[in-house]
Structure formats: C-alpha cells, structure tokens
T-cell receptor, first 113, second 113 residues
Framework: GAVVSQHPSRVICKSGTSVKIECRSL??????MFWYRQFPKQSLMLMAT?????????EQGVEKDKFLINHASLTLSTLTVTSAHPEDSSFYIC?????????FGPGTRLTVL | DAKTTQPPSMDCAEGRAANLPCNHS???????VYWYRQIHSQGPQYIIH???NNETNEMASLIITEDRKSSTLILPHATLRDTAVYYC??????????????FGEGTQLTVNP
C-alpha cells in the first residue's frame, strides 16, 4: 500500500523555539494532505488541510500564524510550530490519500520544555 | 458527515473473533462506512470500508445491516498485535484527493493472552 512518512519521529525543544515537521508521500502524489493533532488519551483532531500550491485551510480554533503549513510540492507538506510552548506538546500526524482512503504517517511526538 | 457511536472498550481472547459494533443511524445514502485502527503511539491504519454490501479483505470483515444504520467489524482470529483503538467513520467518498476524516473516540480493543 501507499506510504506516508514523517520526520522527525520525535523532537524535544525549548519554549519559544520553532519546530518544523515534514510529511512526505513516498510513492504517490498528493495535492491535499491533512494535519492532525492528538493529545494523550484523546482522539485525533484535524488541524488543517494542506493544499499544494495554495494556502492551507485551518479548522476553527487553530491559529494559522502559529501553525505554518507549506505544501510546495506534490509529495511534501511541512508544518512549522512557531514559538512553541509546553501546551503545544502533542502527537502530530499527517495523512494523504485518494478518493476512498487515507494513508497516515507514523506521527511526530513533540515535547516542548 | 454522519455521527457514529461505538463502545469505549472491549476485550477479546487471543485466537477468538473480535466483533466491534458501530451505530450510524443518521447515515446518508452516499456515505461509506470506514474502519481505521490506531496502535499506541502510531498513525492510524486503514482496515476496510463499505457502502452497503458486506466486505472482506485480508485484515477483517465488515458487516453492514440492511438499513445501513449499524455495522460490525470482525477480526476473525484476534492476536495480541490487534490491541488498538478502532475507529468507525462515516463519510462521503470525494472525487478529489482530499478526504478529511473526523475521528470519534473509538473502541479500545484489548486482546488478552
């Protein structure tokens, strides 16, 4: 099946720094990718829809200036958490796919100290 | 997308069939039933989907009632590696590569030795 990768798998950073997370579709092209966030013992929450060549669409309550999304090619979307704070510590997951199913990346565990 | 209701947790003995129910009484005629699972600290994994007919693949079987208001995911011979949170999601299959998923709380399946 199709593969979606994420890098890094785990990152620890200091409060106030920015962190970039990459999401790649390895064997297919994706004009749209999705970014989710998952806090401990909770379900996945959609943060934003990443659109190749255009601006991302953010869900209500998600700050677009804090969570910068760039989808510069058909195989790569990046999520940058700017000025990270401890409350941004979470599991970030991306997905990409086609008409009938989505393929998820393995996730990135972000810990902000 | 139609709302789904799943039991919060279930237990199953290793080697036995695991039957996970899902209620989706407000499902529309063009909405599919999808099942994904998430093993701890990993990205979700697609299992199976169906519209109105029962479906089977190498991972599981999906039984959809005739009125389509509920469905059951069947893992025929559960193993310890099937311990995960199972999500039942109902949505329209879009014609583009964009296919956002709304995750509920899912069912935590624990397979016991």
């Amino acid at each position: 099946g199709a593969v979606v990768s994420q890098h890094p798998s785990r990152v620890i950073c200091k409060s106030g720094t920015s962190v970039k997370i990459e999401c790649r579709s390895l064997d297919f092209q994706a004009t749209t990718m999705f970014w989710y966030r998952q806090f401990p013992k909770q379900s996945l929450m959609l943060m934003a829809t990443s659109n190749e060549g255009s601006k991302a669409t953010y869900e209500q309550g998600v700050e677009k200036d804090k969570f910068l999304i760039n989808h510069a090619s058909l195989t790569l979307s990046t999520l940058t958490v700017t000025s990270a704070h401890p409350e941004d510590s979470s599991f970030y997951i991306c997905s990409a796919g086609g008409q009938l199913r989505q393929f998820f990346g393995p996730g990135t565990r972000l810990t902000v100290l | 997308d139609a709302k789904t209701t799943q039991p919060p947790s279930m237990d199953c003995a290793e080697g036995r069939a695991a039957n996970l129910p899902c209620n989706h009484s407000t499902i529309s005629g063009n909405e599919y039933v999808y099942w994904y699972r998430q093993i701890h600290s990993q990205g979700p994994q697609y299992i199976i989907h169906g519209l109105k007919n029962n479906e089977t693949n190498e991972m599981a079987s999906l039984i959809i009632t005739e009125d389509r208001k509920s469905s059951t995911l069947i893992l025929p011979h559960a193993t310890l590696r099937d311990t995960a949170v199972y999500y039942c999601i109902v949505r329209v299959a879009e014609e583009t590569s964009g296919s956002r998923l709304t995750f509920g709380e899912g069912t935590q399946l624990t397979v016991n030795p």
